[in-house]
């Protein structure tokens, strides 16, 4: 059994400017409502088509996109190109009618066998459509390691963008993997996937809410 990695970071741009002028006032509870969350586009060679799937949470505080092919790696009989894999998802969030929401945290899993030498890092980023901000964070893995990773991008509740209350706006998710064979032995293979053993693992992004204005 391996044991996670966990890294904490707070995320400032997209969650740490105001969007829009017509802000909520109190911080809600849930919607009892339903919300639907649709892909509009998945692009990356990290996600190939078919292989990203999104799913909401029963109580409406978190959605979680579901990965099953995205994997960097060098060395070995690894191609040029396998270095570096992204995927960019634009998502299609329904909610119910008098709230609006903001992601409050996002946590990534995955697992990295990394020679030693060899290094990886852990990117995203997230921005709301016509939106100016994005939020970018990074986070660095070196070698040797052969171990599950996990890392959290977290902000406060009092910095939290919310998108603009009565238009429907997609939010966009911007992730990356990046592997660097360093000083390592270039006959070996170094790796950091976002998916499990099984075909595929987890990322969860926790959702705020807020009541809107009324008009």
């Known amino acids: 059994m391996h044991t996670g990695i966990l890294a904490t970071s707070a995320v400032v741009g997209l969650f740490g400017a105001t969007l829009s002028p017509q802000s909520p006032a109190t911080i809600e509870n849930p919607p009892a409502d339903k919300i639907v969350i649709e892909v509009a586009t998945v692009n990356g060679s990290g996600c190939p088509k078919g292989t990203a799937e999104v799913a909401v949470s029963p109580d409406n505080t978190a959605f979680t996109v579901t990965y099953s092919r995205y994997l960097a790696r060098v060395g070995g009989t690894s191609d040029p190109t396998d270095y570096r894999k992204n995927c960019q998802l634009s998502l299609v969030v329904y909610v119910p009618s ?3 929401y903001a992601v409050a945290s996002a946590d990534y899993r995955g697992y990295a066998s990394l020679q030693p030498g060899a290094t990886s890092e852990q990117k995203a980023s997230y921005y709301f459509q016509g939106s100016p901000d994005t939020a970018a964070r990074s986070h660095p893995f070196k070698g040797p390691q052969d171990d599950n990773w996990q890392v959290t991008d977290k902000t406060d509740w009092g910095q939290l963008v919310w998108a603009p209350c009565g238009a429907r706006r997609n939010f966009n ?7 660097n064979a360093g000083t390592s032995d270039p006959k070996k293979t170094s790796f950091m996937t976002m998916d499990s053993t ?9 959702l705020a809410w807020k009541q809107c204005p009324k008009p």
């Open 98 to 100: 008098g709230f609006t």
């Open 173 to 179: 998710i911007n992730t990356e993997l990046r592997v």
């Open 198 to 206: 099984d075909g595929d693992i987890n990322t969860v992004y926790r």
